[in-house]
């Protein structure tokens, strides 16, 4: 196992930058996670840690030795590829000794080493099939076997999960949590599914365009993310994005007009806000609420109608309007309005995130004791 | 689906006829004098063979469904069937299955051009002739068995050679396309044509060929009037003429491997000699059969190089003291040289089963050492 740094990678096809200038650091026995949506370079960049791709600028470090140069072969790293890469005219057995035998391991400790890592991840009676009698789930199985039985010292995993249904994908998510937790592997673990990126991962690089938008805790993602992508794309229904203009900009305090409303947002640094700015407010599903507001946190925002509802059994999700403004709000599922019903819908203050309109980067977010008020009140 | 017709029995029954006539005929239909089918374009023998490879056509073909009781639907779906290719059912059934069967016929003749009722029954008598050491058919097995035993082997090894050299992935080379078009272009050219340039290359004394060898200090060669070495000069010539197409069916095998299991074997620290043998050879299997094949009944007929190489000696073909005259060759100076055509068609017969019964041995082996997706 070691430690992998990644350090201004560049790499372009033609005139499109597939990678830019993105550092990353995985430590030794960590499980990052690179997140983001199709076509953002994440497939490439790990393309390029395993040596598949040549580096235009930059290097790349494995256990503190710069293996910008060398061959995929000698960075002793494995990969899991998106659709699976097995041999078809091979069996499973010699799927997974095929790498082995050609890194001069002994004939028997082979047959130990595939035998062990079947018997690991429960395809021990699939060795003497075929890939193409496999199921799904069954062939990533093997693909994973064909990696770990490597013992490598960096996993580079390209959406394992994507071509399995959802049910299975759930099961993998959590045997693959267990599998590193066992192995203490250091996993560089790409996907497009930011629940996949919040469940797995220490550590999330969110890309956008090649580039790294933030790299942080699941936890810092979800709750301090660093722009309005980040904050629309995790997080599931995605985080509520409303145009306001800044009323009032003084240290530590901000005062927002949205719609009818005004927000006095508290927080540490509001120093990126400015008297008279274009903002986005972003508040997370879960921190609206229908009805009065019946405790000390909420405060009204005002009267919307609801437009649909989707229940999910243990919550529903409804799409309510607010002046012209969708918003989706999460609700446990007892006592719904109806559809077109008016209501009032409150706002948890608290939680809100503030964007700068022009650029997409967080201003700040918002701590105990912001306060919303009516109109004209704050003024 | 619109191809979805001819999955069904009696459409493959249909396609399976069109496969079998280029079976039969190969590509040498157009040299070999004997036939008077419409000449096959190359295009059109390499659209099927891509078909062919494509999806392992090679499989037996099932038959029309027997003991039902016609009805209306089955008569319709019949006609939807059958109507489309009548066309071509008609020109090849009067150009190639019509003289085809009458060659069987003829066989049994001694034949006279003015027909079958001046024509006096010969029984077996072609048969037995053909086993009599003195009629040259069985020397010409054996010069036959040379020529196909060489090409069918070179020309697999050549063409895979070619095609890694000229494959998708060899993103360096400038002007690939070039190449591809260098390789290929010899097999649309008139074998006529490109044995003119072999008899000049293979002169004695002026040749390029003898040039090279006192290059490299070897003696000079007689080349096409050497027993010894007529037939190997023809061999370059076919190769170098027909080695484009296989090489067109091995890049389409090539392309066909997803890169990524390279990748992964890469990864995995395997090296290009097992990633040739482990994954390139078993992914090219079912084309190297349909190469093997079609080479074996290409090499089996080939006419055309061969005569215009090495027919003017010994009057009318076949190189000096018969050293160039295969099956096909032989063929022909039986039935347009000494003009017994009843021989000949006997000959022509006996070629056929005997192509016939190869393809299907290899098939049959070769099936075995396939490894289809
Ligand atoms: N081999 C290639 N040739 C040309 N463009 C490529 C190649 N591989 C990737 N790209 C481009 O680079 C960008 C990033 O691709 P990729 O890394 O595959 O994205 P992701 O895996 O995040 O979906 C895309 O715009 C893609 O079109
Ligand atoms: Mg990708």
Redesign the pocket.
Known sequence: MARLQIEGAV?S??S????DRVDLDVADGEFAV?L????????????LVAGL?QLEQGRILLGGRDVSQAAPADRDVAMVFQRYALYPNMTVFENIAFGLRARKIGKSEVAQRVERVAAALEISQLLGRRPGTLSGGQRQRVALARAISREPKLFLM??PLSSLDTKLRSTMRAELKRLHHRLGATVLY?T?DQVEAMTMGSKVAV?RD?RTVQVGSPSDIYHRPADDFVASFVGSPPMNLLDGTVVRAEPGMVVVGVGSASLTLCGTDWSGTASGMGVRIGVRPEDLRLGPPHDSRHRLLGDCTVEVSEPMGHETVLHVNLGGDSLVVRTSSDGLPEYGEKVPLAIDPARVHLFDVSTGVAVGAATEGSVLSPVGAAR | MPRGRFREPRGQALVALCLLRHYVAGQAVPDLPTSGSPVVSPGNVLANVGELAATNALEPVGVAPGGRTPSRSWWRETASGVVPVLPALVVLGTFVYGPAVLVVAMSFFHWNLAGFSQSQFAGLSHYRALLNPVSGFVPSLGVTAYYVGVMVPATVVMALLLAMLLRDSTKRVRGLSFFRAVVFLPYVTPSIATAVIWVFIFDPQFGLANAALRLVHLPAVGWLSSTHWALPAVMIDSMWKQVGFSVVLFLAGLSRIPTELMEAARLDGVGPTAIFRRIVLPYLSPVTLAVVMLTTIASMQTFGSIYAMTGGQGGGGGGPIGSTTTTAVYLYKVAFVDFHYGFGATVAVALFVLILGLILVQRRVGERRTFYR
């Open positions: 790499k096809f033609g499109t930058r597939a990678v690179l983001g949506p199709s076509g953002c370079g994440k497939t490439t960049l790990l393309r791709e390209d959406e790409v497009h890309l090649g």
